[in-house]
């Protein structure tokens, strides 16, 4: 976007990218950005496209240094530069998936994301029979912003999501608009009011009928959070309910395919796990509700690739396993896990727990959430990891209110951050573990489910106790 300034005076432009930062330069040194930046675009075989929309700084460093006169040097740096801004992707370069282990060429389960038919079936028998814990519930849900019959959906076209919610355009609205649809289709389950269903069909109409793309830092983030939760929703109220006309269905689908899953399929090799898991979310939401067996097929390779190396068990060695088992030095994990240099012994731990506990819990919400839909398609990645999972969820649940104890300082320096808080997760793994599977060992996670129950929203993890709470 540019235009003229008299105030800076003639000659003067400024280039606004991503609605993010203005850079004021002389005429000539536009003119030589602009020329860069199409050749960094079109360079595809030394840049990765990606890289130019998601992370502006470098095209910031590109104008900063085009205004200082610095154009023949540019020029002849222009393929460093592309180097660099490979280099400095946030998720980096994945090494080849492992093969799969089975045959995933059958049809996929309807309903099947978080939920299947029987606890759907189950949610409405537990709604009709006035019985706790699921009247509280209901209640909480029903009383809750989302859940009102007067919600409005906030489409936009481009929603763009920079680091820390700077800047901010769309991205609150999209992620509570998606919770909205999710919790009125469990709602028209719990209640058969097929109000509920229309009010979620209506917002996720909206948002097909509008969407294009994301953009700036957090775009492949936002879309696994926005991917993982409007695909549960359009799952219920296209599998349960037959007011949703096909052409919709359509529209919707391929938002899907074009406004998120290019986004999030790759996953995010070189960052932290939260990242990685919420996107391999996204994708398996996507590719159960419009059937894309490779995209399940990737979802899956994603999982088995970051879970081993996100959360620790004494088994692995004196040290954590890197992200898909790659070459990583010992320092490089170590400073990956957040400085933690101590892990024999302590089973669960995560490699964003010396980071903070609300950017763990996220990771191992988006864990459970893929192992729980993956169960309803025939594959049972939870008995694959049994052990680190029950362990990450014991020794977290152990940070958090109401047990919330510092463990000593051979943790994170005796300074966990976040400690004492609980997200509004949990419900789906203790349902699985204790209710279906009948473990008993986790003590402290089921004094934390009496403490976050009934759950509310918090990004995409929206009303476990609603969707979960002893669902068998």
Not at 2 to 29: C, D, F
Not at 41 to 64: M, R
Not at 380 to 402: C, W
Request: glycine share 6%; hydrophobic share 40%.
């Amino acid at each position: 976007n540019h235009r003229n300034r008299s105030a800076y005076g003639t000659g003067w432009v400024t280039i606004e990218l991503h609605s993010y930062k203005s850079i004021w330069m002389p005429l000539p040194g536009y003119c030589v950005a602009v020329i860069l930046l199409a050749t960094f675009i079109f360079t595809q075989k030394s840049c990765n496209t990606k890289v130019v929309a998601n992370h502006s700084h470098i095209l910031y460093s590109i104008a900063y240094l085009s205004s200082k006169t610095m154009k023949v040097f540019m020029f002849a740096m222009l393929p460093v530069i592309c180097a660099v801004a490979g280099a400095s992707s946030i998720c980096g370069v994945r090494p080849p998936p492992a093969s799969l282990s089975e045959d995933i060429s059958t049809k996929f389960i309807h309903p099947g994301i978080l939920l299947n038919k029987t606890m759907l079936e189950n949610l409405r028998l537990h709604a009709q029979s006035g019985a706790e814990p699921w009247a509280s519930i209901i209640s909480s849900a029903k009383s809750a912003r989302w859940a009102s019959m007067d919600y409005v959906a906030n489409p936009r076209p481009v929603v763009e999501c920079g680091s820390y919610d700077h800047p901010d355009f769309g991205f609150d609205d999209e992620r509570s608009d998606a919770a909205a649809a999710y919790i009125h289709a469990l709602l028209y389950t719990a209640t058969g009011n097929e109000s509920h269903a229309e009010k979620s069909m209506e917002i996720m109409d909206a948002w097909s009928n509008v969407l294009k793309m994301h953009n700036n830092t957090n775009a492949p983030l936002q879309s696994g959070w926005v991917a993982s939760v409007f695909p549960r929703a359009a799952e219920i109220i296209k599998h349960t309910w037959n007011g949703w006309p096909a052409a919709n269905v359509a529209r919707f689908e391929k938002m899907l395919n074009s406004a998120y899953l290019p986004l999030i399929i790759d996953g995010c090799f070189g960052y932290n796990g939260n990242w990685e898991l919420t996107m391999a979310e996204g994708v398996m939401a996507i590719a159960v509700f419009t059937e894309n067996q490779d995209a399940f097929a990737r979802a899956l390779q994603l999982w088995r690739g970051r879970v081993p190396g996100y959360f620790y068990l004494s088994s692995d060695g004196p040290i954590p396993f890197a992200p898909d088992h790659s070459n990583e030095s010992a320092k490089s994990i170590v400073d990956n896990w957040h400085g933690q240099k101590v892990f024999a012994g302590h089973d669960g731990l995560c490699q964003e727990t010396c980071r903070d506990l609300g950017h763990t819990q996220m990771g191992m919400a988006a864990m459970i959430n893929m192992a729980e839909t993956a169960l309803h398609q025939g594959i049972d990645l939870y008995r694959e990891q049994t052990g680190r999972i029950t362990a990450a969820m014991e020794f977290h649940a152990k940070l958090v209110s109401p047990n919330a104890t510092q463990p000593g300082t051979w943790l994170c320096d005796n300074k966990v951050q976040s400690l004492g808080k609980p997200s509004q997760t949990w419900e789906i793994a203790f349902n699985h573990f204790a209710n279906r599977r009948g473990l008993t060992n986790l003590t402290h996670t089921a004094a934390l489910i009496d403490v976050v129950r009934p759950t509310n929203v918090a990004l995409f993890m929206v009303d476990e106790s609603l969707s979960h709470a002893a669902s068998f």
